[in-house]
């Protein structure tokens, strides 16, 4: 098969973790017969620079024509603690999201056995988690109107859901469930929030499609708790855009394996893989980032957005192999030899 | 000294617990020639089922006539689940809150060294842990304008907050910064909120004011994944309305001492004090639930509201003690002999 991928390698590290991704996928391709095309595009913080923008229109014109997008990170220190800066690098994001049409976030959490150590949680408590977020990404308070009164001395976010924005998330939910264990979780705040009353409402009416799936409903606040103490009793969560925000990011730290998490955001029509972990300023041009999560990223798109699982497997493949023989950066060397980004990558290309 | 304290026992083991607590204070008054009135009113599920009302104006009336309220804990499983029901005890909660002007939630966690196997986080991560939220708890999301459109099919609920509101907030927290570590932590989404751009702005306006504080400002997202990397990296914490809710509740179970953590809510004229654990239904009436948090609220009350430390020390005392002796409730037994509710309550008034 013929694939054209858009490249946004980002800021930071992004660059050169997605330098390993693109070569671990030409691999792939090569030993299963397919032609990939990879179409680079400027974003974040170095679209500013060049452009002036961090999602420029012709950026867009290539995500939109392509079959996926395979994206690094973006985000840079200069922008940093001036959230009231005119142009910044988290504003291309959301608008490549609503662009796009990516409605759902779609994030992992699990855990890798010789990796439990890493978790800042004892083991017995996350031994086993495999989790799994549908974030809503293009709705409720980010999208909604904000702005001033009173001389500016008044701020207001709104927060804004329809019902359709819902069951589109819901219906990914319900249809993630059944591939799985059979279990929803939806969290809401539906004890204060009318938006939270109907996401509550419109899940309950969708129960009777998917007789199988056990559907539970948690409020945020109990659920950002037992996301600490047990995070193995949860399977597939769906959420609304700003809890989605803080809990995902909670769930990706327990697991001790953040710097090999992987991500989707799906729209109707394309979607975006990427790692969960951000740009690592500190850590550009050094050779020492991890470059497993965008490599596992790329795996993700094979499976889900060509619906080419095999191809998703032998990438899953090499990064467990690569994790059994150390072949690691030094965020997982505990000590031992730590390889450099450029290296695990040839590694993993090599043995695909 | 006189007091008039309204007790607010509310539901399911919040009455086992606030008899354990107003032993406790009794027995300081006595000791330190203190005259307390307690003055009972219904609220919650209780006062619904009484009189139809989570918190009827008579219950009002008392709590604004006193000089502060012990507060237990409200919720009945009757009403979960049903977030559409014409009445529900939170109601009475947020009206509670709105109506005594609670702008302040104090949310203090903190780590008991022969507890620390209790946490669900490794020792060397949860070890030292001291830290304090300040949660606003009259605006925001909550009490903003809230309904639906469309025939039922958009809803909205609008966030709002005025200058005026942060800094009142943000003034406590640089007050209880300077008699700690000096340490104040903004969390906030000024990277996509306008409501956090104006907290932002508002807190760094007021740092000149407080030249010896040290201010660092970090978005809700970086903070959910830090409270679980390295909790006792943090110090005084201040923030919104729902990021207070979610954040507080995550940091209450790294400790493991939840059973254990009290709160105190501020408002100009009155202040409320109550565990932050809740109602407890499959507990009640068992003589089983603990109470110490209750009592700790106690102390947080003779501290915070009369300006007592000795009092509210002769408390903390008694519960060290308590934990040193192993007069301990199930929950911390440990598999060693459990103590009553009652027995706690009995052998903390007598050791004050
Ligand atoms: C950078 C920011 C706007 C973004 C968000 O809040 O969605 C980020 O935190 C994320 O989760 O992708
Ligand atoms: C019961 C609910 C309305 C309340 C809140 O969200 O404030 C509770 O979670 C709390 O934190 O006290």
């Given at each position: 098969?013929?694939?054209?991928?858009?490249?946004?390698?980002?800021?930071?590290?992004?660059?050169?973790?997605?330098?390993?991704?693109?070569?671990?996928?030409?691999?792939?391709?090569?030993?299963?017969?397919?032609?990939?095309?990879?179409?680079?595009?400027?974003?974040?913080?170095?679209?500013i620079?060049?452009?002036?923008e961090?999602?420029?229109?012709?950026?867009?014109?290539?995500?939109?024509?392509?079959?996926?997008?395979?994206?690094g990170?973006?985000?840079?220190?200069?922008?940093?603690?001036?959230?009231?800066?005119?142009?910044?690098?988290?504003?291309?994001?959301?608008?490549?999201?609503?662009?796009?049409?990516?409605?759902?976030?779609?994030?992992?959490?699990?855990?890798?056995?010789?990796?439990?150590?890493?978790?800042?949680?004892?083991?017995?408590?996350?031994?086993?988690?495999?989790?799994?977020?549908?974030?809503?990404l293009?709705?409720?308070?980010?999208?909604?109107?904000?702005?001033?009164?009173?001389?500016?001395?008044?701020?207001?976010?709104?927060?804004?859901?329809?019902?359709?924005?819902?069951?589109?998330?819901?219906?990914?939910?319900?249809?993630?469930?059944?591939?799985?264990?059979?279990?929803?979780?939806?969290?809401?705040?539906?004890?204060?929030?009318?938006?939270?009353?109907?996401?509550r409402?419109?899940?309950?009416?969708?129960?009777?499609?998917?007789?199988?799936?056990?559907v539970?409903?948690?409020?945020?606040?109990?659920?950002?708790?037992?996301?600490?103490?047990?995070?193995?009793?949860?399977?597939?969560?769906?959420?609304?855009?700003?809890?989605?925000?803080?809990?995902?990011?909670?769930?990706?730290?327990?697991?001790?394996?953040?710097?090999?998490?992987?991500?989707?955001?799906?729209?109707?029509?394309?979607?975006?893989?990427?790692?969960?972990?951000?740009?690592?300023?500190?850590?550009?041009?050094?050779?020492?980032?991890?470059?497993?999560?965008?490599?596992?990223?790329?795996?993700?798109?094979f499976?889900?957005?060509?619906n080419?699982?095999?191809?998703?497997?032998?990438?899953?493949?090499?990064?467990?192999?690569?994790?059994?023989?150390?072949?690691?950066?030094?965020?997982?060397?505990?000590?031992?030899?730590?390889?450099?980004?450029?290296?695990v990558?040839?590694?993993?290309?090599?043995?695909?």
């Open positions: 098969m013929k694939f054209n991928i858009a490249l946004l390698a980002g800021d930071g590290i992004g660059p050169e973790v997605i330098e390993q991704a693109v070569k671990v996928s030409d691999a792939v391709a090569k030993k299963f017969g397919h032609e990939i095309t990879w179409r680079p595009a400027l974003t974040g913080a170095a679209a620079d060049a452009v002036g961090p999602y420029p229109d012709e950026t867009h014109e290539v995500c939109a024509t392509s079959d996926a997008v395979l994206f990170a973006i985000g840079h220190p200069k922008f940093d603690n001036d959230p009231s800066a005119p142009v910044r690098p988290e504003q291309g994001l959301l608008k490549m999201r609503k662009k796009l049409g990516l409605f759902a976030n779609v994030r992992p959490t699990f855990t890798f056995p010789s990796l439990l150590d890493k978790s800042p949680l004892k083991q017995e408590r996350i031994e086993g988690t495999d989790l799994v977020f549908l974030r809503e293009t709705g409720g308070i980010y999208f909604g109107e904000k702005g001033r009164r009173d001389e500016g001395e008044t701020a207001f976010d709104n927060c804004v859901y329809t019902r359709e924005e819902v069951q589109r998330l819901a219906k990914k939910g319900f249809e993630l469930a059944m591939t799985r264990s059979k279990k929803l979780c939806c969290v809401d705040k539906a004890n204060v929030l009318e938006t939270s009353r109907l996401w409402e419109t899940v309950q009416a969708m129960e009777k499609d998917y007789p199988e799936v056990e539970s409903y948690e409020f945020v606040d109990a659920v950002a708790m037992r996301l600490v103490q047990w995070p193995n009793s949860y399977d597939v969560l769906i959420t609304e855009n700003l809890f989605g925000d803080i809990l995902t990011d909670e769930a990706s730290v327990i697991s001790g394996s953040m710097g090999l998490m992987p991500s989707a955001s799906m729209g109707a029509d394309i979607a975006l893989f990427e790692p969960i972990h951000g740009s690592y300023p500190q850590a550009t041009g050094l050779n020492i980032a991890n470059p497993m999560a965008t490599v596992l990223s790329a795996a993700m798109m499976e889900t957005a060509f080419l699982p095999e191809e998703g497997q032998a990438i899953r493949d090499a990064v467990n192999k690569a994790l059994a023989e150390g072949i690691v950066t030094e965020d997982l060397a505990n000590g031992g030899k730590a390889y450099g980004t450029k290296e990558g040839d590694w993993l290309a090599a043995n695909i």
